[in-house]
Nanobody
Framework: QVQFVESGGGLVQPGGSLRLSCSAS????????MGWYRQAPEKQRELVAA???????NYADSVKGRFTISRDNAKNTVYLQMNSPKPEDTAVYYC??????????????WGKGTLVTVSS
């Protein structure tokens, strides 16, 4: 079982900046990837950005050039630097972890989410 600590959400003005962080702990043998998804009201959850253990990254087209994902492997922590956010970035942001347990099972796990509101 994995526990998450997500932080950094809140209110930010358009054009400002915000950094989300997510730390995972628990029975993790090895992490394959960590990432951030978001879900706006009445919309489906969508990928924002993800990063693998080899530092390969993947971004939604809507955030390319504005958001940057990074990770601290030693701390099992992933960050999302959000620069120049727009009102349409308003959503609940969820941390996602894909890892292998000590029994070598591949597990997809989610944080509880943190709300980001972009508004003046």
């Amino acid at each position: 079982q994995v526990q998450f600590v997500e932080s950094g959400g809140g209110l930010v003005q358009p054009g400002g900046s915000l950094r989300l962080s997510c730390s995972a702990s628990g029975s993790i043998f090895i992490i394959y990837a960590m990432g951030w998804y978001r879900q706006a009201p009445e919309k489906q959850r969508e990928l924002v950005a993800a990063i693998t253990s080899n530092d390969e990254t993947n971004y939604a087209d809507s955030v390319k050039g504005r958001f940057t994902i990074s990770r601290d492997n030693a701390k099992n922590t992933v960050y999302l630097q959000m620069n120049s956010p727009k009102p349409e970035d308003t959503a609940v942001y969820y941390c996602n972890l894909i890892y292998y347990s000590y029994s070598r099972r591949r597990i997809d796990s989610w944080g509880k989410g943190t709300l980001v509101t972009v508004s003046s």
